[in-house]
C-alpha cells in the first residue's frame, strides 16, 4: 500500500522567511495530493492540494510543487507570518473509487517573531 | 467550518470498558471516516463509510468497530478500550471519495 513519508519533522524559521516540508510518496498510481494545516488544539484544515497533471500550484503566499517521476512534491510557504505556525500534513491519494488518504506523520512549524 | 460535529469531546475511561464516540453531519454527504491521531504517526484511518451501511477497514481497525444506521451519523465503538486507544480521534466526511474531507473538531480519549 501507499507510504507517505514527510520531513523535517520540525522546522524553525525566522518571521518573513520561506518555509519549505518535503514528502515522498510510494505508489506511482497516486495523483492527488492534499496539504493540511492544523493549529494547536483545532481540526486539520485542507490549505492547497495538487493533482498529477500540473507540475505547479500557488495561491497567494504558499505553492505546491509535485515531482512525479521521482514520486515526491512540496510546500512551499513564502514571507512566513507567526500565524502560519502549526503543524503540516501531507497525503496521497489515488483516485479510484474508495482508495483512501494517506497521511504524513507531520512537520510541526514555528515562525519566531 | 463544515456542519460536522463529534460528541463526546473529551472522554476519561477504563481499561475493559466500551466506549462509543459519534460524528454528525449536517451536508448530507456520502463518505464518513474515523481517524486517530497519535504523535508521530500523523492521522491514520480507522475505518470509513461509503453509504448507509456500508463501511470497510482502514490501516488500523483492530479494536474497533463502526456503525452507520443514517447518513448524518457515523459511530466508532471501542468493544473493550484499552490504554493504546488512548488517542485522539476525529470524524472527517466528503462528498465522494475523490473530493476534499473534512474534518470534524476532535475527541480525546484516555484510557486508564
Known amino acids: 500500500g501507499e507510504n507517505v513519508e514527510q520531513h523535517p519533522s520540525t522546522l524553525s524559521v525566522q518571521e518573513g522567511d520561506s518555509a519549505v516540508i518535503k514528502c515522498t510518496y510510494s505508489?506511482?498510481?497516486?495523483?492527488?495530493f492534499p496539504w493540511y494545516k492544523q493549529e494547536l488544539g483545532k481540526r486539520p484544515q485542507l490549505i492547497i492540494d495538487?493533482?498529477?497533471?500540473?507540475g505547479e500550484k500557488k495561491d497567494q503566499r504558499i505553492a505546491v510543487t509535485l515531482n512525479k517521476t521521482a514520486k515526491h512534491f512540496s510546500l512551499h510557504i513564502t514571507e512566513t507570518q507567526p500565524e502560519d505556525s502549526a503543524v503540516y500534513f501531507c497525503a496521497a491519494r489515488k483516485e479510484t473509487s474508495y482508495d483512501k488518504v494517506i497521511f504524513g506523520p507531520g512537520t510541526s512549524l514555528s515562525v519566531i517573531p | 467550518d463544515a456542519g460536522i460535529t463529534q460528541s463526546p469531546r473529551h472522554k476519561v475511561t477504563e481499561t475493559g470498558t466500551p466506549v462509543t464516540l459519534r460524528c454528525h453531519q449536517t451536508?448530507?454527504?456520502?463518505?464518513m471516516y474515523w481517524y486517530r491521531q497519535d504523535p508521530g504517526h500523523g492521522l491514520r484511518l480507522i475505518h470509513y463509510?461509503?453509504?448507509?451501511?456500508?463501511?470497510d477497514k482502514g490501516e488500523v481497525s483492530d479494536g474497533y468497530s463502526v456503525s452507520r444506521s443514517k447518513t448524518e451519523d457515523f459511530l466508532l465503538t471501542l468493544e473493550s478500550a484499552t490504554s493504546s486507544q488512548t488517542s485522539v480521534y476525529f470524524c472527517?466526511?466528503?462528498?465522494?471519495?475523490?473530493?476534499?474531507?473534512?474534518f470534524g473538531p476532535g475527541t480525546r480519549l484516555l484510557v486508564l
Open positions: 463509510s461509503y453509504g448507509v451501511k456500508d463501511t
Open positions: 472527517a466526511i466528503s462528498r465522494d471519495s475523490q473530493e476534499t474531507q473534512y
Open positions: 505508489d506511482s498510481a497516486s495523483n492527488y
Open positions: 495538487i493533482r498529477s497533471n500540473v
Open positions: 451536508e448530507n454527504h456520502r463518505y
